[in-house]
């Protein structure tokens, strides 16, 4: 069996706050979390369909990677605050 892991930053220490991928022995995907201690949202039949069912439970703000840890991601949130939304630092 397989997963399929997303974070919202580049370097170790990623997150752990987006659902994630896992191939079911007949063939099928399912789509769990974002923490192991999470229930399985879905089952499905195509890989599609599992991407589909991420990108659905997002969390809120969920922009392009923040190209950094999560430590320096929860900074950078922080610093600019709850009323803005993320703008990970560009690329270069």
Known sequence: MWELHFSRCTQVRYTWDIPYIGTLHNGRYYVEGPSRNSPRIAETDS??????????????RCGPAFIGNADELAAYEFARGPERPSDPRPFG
């Open 47 to 60: 890989p599609q369909g599992a991407v589909a069912m991420v990108l659905r439970n997002l969390p809120p």
